[in-house]
């Protein structure tokens, strides 16, 4: 549900055809992210979809999918 939103604005944080962004792509591997990235990254989810993640909830998200399965459950 929320995939299309997510991939789009990970699409253009990175710089990266959105085509290429599925719910497998690694934050840190296929993305490059380094942790200012993913700090910025889930700053704007938090205020795009009006919720808080916590820091030990952020370290466990790994693929675009636990960032959108985060955002189904809790927003």
Do not use: H, W
Request: hydrophobic content about 45%; glycine content about 2%.
């Amino acid at each position: 549900m929320y995939f299309e939103k997510v991939a789009a604005m990970i699409s253009e944080k990175f710089e990266m055809p959105v085509e290429e962004v599925t719910r497998e792509t690694n934050i840190i591997d296929d993305l490059g992210a380094d942790s200012l990235d993913i700090v910025d990254m889930l700053m704007m989810l938090e205020e795009q979809y009006n919720l808080s993640i916590p820091d030990d909830v952020a370290q466990e998200m790994k693929t675009v999918g636990d960032v959108c399965d985060y955002i189904e459950e809790n927003a």
